[in-house]
């Protein structure tokens, strides 16, 4: 056990440095389990499979700050694709009724995956946060931008009504018929593709700031380059006053 987490811990900062080869070792060692989680969290708009490719640009982006002290990299994995699945997903209203969900315990394992697809997404979403991830209240929240003081309070009593089914619900979702999972060969070529596409992009350059000890102050009309053109226009003045007065014109 020892070895292969030495193993791992090393993989992981080999791919943090953007060493291909190591990033296609994590990538094949948990595709399934980068899947099975997209796949329960998937809908008709957004499916398994851009979830998936999704989570790990994300993953291999965020490989510098892993720190194996404060997370295992399985944790740090799930946490990929949860926020790749929630990503641009918000809620104004939350819907406090959660309908037959005392009736999960007769859908057969196939029928799991098209009900929860059959579930408002926000409801969908709730329901797997809270029951399968165990998250709490404010972590459901702040994943799903749910500000409104009503709408937390709607929350709240739609994680109060799924708490007495979580173990129902889990049991549904680990119960799940193996997916049939894509080409590894082909999903990773095209990772690949992307990025080194991503990692072509120059870096963001922070915003300049500029201090007010930076910006020039404004011409003095008595200094500076206007100076000079204030003593032309007096000589200018004193040789016409000079030549009135010798009588050269009048």
Do not use: C
């Not at 037959?100 to 799991?112: C, F, G, I, Q, S």
């Amino acid at each position: 056990m020892a070895n292969t987490a030495i193993s791992l811990h090393a993989i992981v900062k080999r791919a943090a440095l953007r060493d291909k080869k190591a990033q296609e070792i994590l990538y094949r060692q948990y595709f399934p389990y980068v899947w099975e989680v997209a796949r329960r969290y998937s809908r008709p708009d957004r499916g398994t499979a851009g979830i998936a490719a999704d989570a790990f640009a994300d993953l291999f982006a965020s490989l510098p700050s892993f720190d194996p002290v404060h997370s295992g990299f399985k944790s740090f994995v799930k946490n990929k694709v949860i926020d790749s699945a929630l990503k641009g997903r918000s809620i104004t209203y939350v819907p406090t009724v959660l309908n037959l969900l005392k009736e999960w315990d007769r859908l057969v394992p196939a029928d799991t995956e098209k009900t929860l697809q059959a579930l408002p997404a926000g409801v969908q979403m709730i329901l797997l946060l809270s029951a399968v991830e165990g998250f709490s209240d404010e972590e459901i929240a702040a994943r799903l931008q749910v500000k409104e003081e009503k709408n937390r309070q709607e929350l709240a009593s739609l994680t109060r009504y799924i708490q007495p089914f979580r173990p129902l619900v889990l049991k549904k979702i680990q119960s799940l018929p193996p997916p049939s999972l894509p080409d590894l060969d082909a999903g990773w070529l095209s990772l690949k593709e992307r990025i080194e596409q991503q990692e072509a992009m120059p870096a963001p350059q922070p915003a300049l700031t500029i201090g007010a000890d930076a910006i020039p102050a404004p011409i003095d009309p008595v200094d500076g380059q206007w100076t000079g053109w204030a003593f032309l226009f007096i000589l200018i003045a004193a040789s016409l006053l000079m030549l009135y007065m010798a009588g050269i014109i009048r």
